[in-house]
């Protein structure tokens, strides 16, 4: 990390906020148009949901304390593949969220001034987030406390409002509307309104993707503050709503219900504003967008998914090649689909329901894998199985409602993971190349000499990357795990296995036999054992990854215990493999 200002609380808040809250603009409509009358308690479910996910991330985040969100945690708990899997679908969600957010900002925008251009006005939009985060981080954040708190306030003030028309006029709609006939069966409304109603708790795994720039502390806060934003008001304006508007009105202005409802309530003026409002907190998801793949992209060019060049820095410490980069996405995106809301819905559905459910297996595998690893709070196995339980059924209720999202969603995917797999797999791909282009010199002579050559200095510069396992004096069953681990997931063919000893401390015979037997064993991998006097730590990691050249994300640890006097982010990206 850059030494720049940790975020507060309140810019933390107002960063993943603006993503979250955003969906009171159409939550509300969502659940209504398929819970009806009873969208006030399928948005009740949807918050009791995000209640036990804000033990699960405050448990999975406080043990891993990284920037990477359920990437972070897989990496940490499986194999790079499997993190790789998280991370794509991440990406996926951050470009629908940026592109989404960006088009419905302007489309509201195109309400009050009428000769807006949407489609260039919303590339307009992209352009000027891009450039806010290239100035970096605090200038962004200061932009979006101002969005996030005019936001609440015009909520609130709907609300207060609102409840006013109610008290003066009566609640005859209310009794109407309470006594129309459901779709079907109570429970299937409750359903479908529920898995729509699930779209209100995205933006909750932003936070999680940018903890590293948060101050001690802030990260629950950020949870905290979240959910009570959400369980407050898309329940109580879809009861609001329902008290208000005839249930067959609702669905003749569910993009821009909040709106209707301010003008019903308030008058033309509580509309307009409520469109600004609108205007303002899309455009603060725009901005999460950024700051979130930012963080992610960054985390994963480190551990070489991405390639190194994707971290370089500006003098303001962002990372320009990673928001450049994303920003040509997202417009490559806009331009493809016209902005046209409903294949990106089915992108952005999919994507987060896909996260939060990876972000709750990796704490049932931090459980199990990572159980000695200290934590600031535990979420309990029913709590954790009953979170998945209903990530999964708002999953498959959002399919059953659109199967054809599932089908726009994997146009999307199955691109963005032959892209990772290419990534991950470019040793064996470069030694394929090799080989034929080997043959074809064979057959046609040295005219691929030039070729031949570029493949191995690219191989070459690959596998001449050292990784350092620090041991305790591991058994060989333990060393033979970190081998393993090395050479399913990394590119390289040199490892140093290093001991720490006190003054006067000798090495263990044993270990020392272990680590013979085990180079032997994997040819591939040249293994030197190496001793020193000192004490694991901060400041020993810093020495060695200095004196080696060897980045701190390239040395692994066992977990620790409950003993160990560091968090895991102190040691500057240290991993965890056994």
Request: proline residues 4%.
């Amino acid at each position: 990390m850059s030494t720049h200002t940790k975020l507060n609380e309140l810019e933390a808040t107002a960063i993943c906020g603006n993503d979250i809250s955003s969906s009171c603009l159409y939550v509300s409509a969502l659940a209504i148009t398929y819970a009806g009358q009873y969208a006030w308690l399928a948005l009740l479910l949807v918050a009791a949901v995000l209640f036990l996910f804000r033990r699960i991330y405050g448990e999975v985040v406080g043990a891993l304390p990284l920037n990477g969100g359920a990437y972070n945690v897989l990496l940490n708990t499986t194999s790079k593949s499997n993190a790789a899997l998280a991370a794509a679908l991440t990406i996926l969600s951050y470009m629908a969220t940026a592109v989404i957010s960006a088009s419905e900002a302007m489309h509201y925008l195109h309400t009050l001034w009428e000769p807006l251009p949407v489609l260039p006005a919303t590339i307009g939009l992209l352009g000027l987030f891009l450039v806010l985060t290239l100035l970096g981080m605090s200038e962004s954040a200061k932009v979006a406390v101002v969005i996030f708190l005019v936001h609440l306030g015009t909520l609130t003030l709907l609300v207060g409002v609102t409840a006013w028309y109610l008290g003066t006029h009566g609640l005859s709609t209310l009794n109407l509307n309470f006594h129309a006939p459901l779709k079907g069966s109570l429970g299937t409304a409750l359903f479908y309104g529920f898995s729509a109603a699930m779209l209100g708790i995205s933006g909750f795994e932003s936070s999680a993707n940018f903890v590293e720039e948060q101050a001690p502390g802030v990260f629950l806060k950020t949870l905290r503050n979240m959910w009570v934003v959400v369980s407050f008001f898309n329940p109580v304006l879809a009861l609001l709503a329902v008290g208000v508007l005839p249930l067959v009105t609702v669905g003749q202005h569910t993009e821009t219900l909040l709106s209707y409802l301010g003008q019903v309530a308030g008058g033309r003026w509580l509309a307009a504003l409520i469109s600004i409002d609108a205007v303002a907190v899309l455009s603060g998801a725009v901005l999460t967008s950024f700051v979130g793949v930012s963080g992610l992209m960054k985390r994963m060019a480190l551990d070489r998914i991405w390639p190194q060049s994707f971290l370089k820095e500006n003098r303001r410490g962002s990372n320009y090649i990673i928001l450049i980069s994303f920003f040509a996405l997202c417009l490559s995106i806009l331009l493809i689909t016209r902005g046209q809301l409903g294949p990106l819905a089915g992108v952005y559905t999919i994507s987060f329901l896909s996260v939060m459910a990876f972000f709750a297996i990796g704490n049932f595998l931090l459980k199990g894998k990572r159980r000695r690893l200290p934590r600031p709070v535990y979420a309990s196995i029913p709590t954790v199985f009953l979170a998945l339980l209903g990530v999964v059924v708002g999953l498959f209720g959002n399919i059953k409602l659109r199967p054809d999202y599932l089908v726009v969603f994997l146009q999307y995917f199955v691109p963005t993971m032959i892209l990772v797999v290419v990534m991950l797999e470019r040793v064996a791909i470069l030694k394929l190349l090799l080989h034929g282009i080997q043959r074809m010199s064979e057959r046609y002579g040295s005219w691929s000499r030039f070729g031949r050559l570029t493949v191995r200095r690219m191989l070459r510069e690959l596998n001449q990357q050292e990784f350092v396992f620090f041991t305790k004096g591991d058994n060989v069953s333990n060393l033979n795990k970190v081998m393993t681990y090395v050479v399913e997931n990394e590119f390289t063919t040199r490892l140093k296995i290093v001991t720490l000893l006190s003054p006067g401390e000798q090495v263990a015979p044993e270990l020392l036999n272990d680590v013979r037997v085990l180079d032997r064993a994997y040819e591939q991998i040249e293994v030197e054992f190496v001793t020193r006097q000192g004490k694991f730590g901060p400041e020993l990691i810093s020495e060695l990854s200095q004196e080696w050249g060897i980045p701190k994300n390239f040395m692994f640890i066992g977990s620790p215990g409950d003993q160990f006097p560091y968090q895991i982010s102190e040691l500057g990206g240290v991993r965890l493999i056994i």
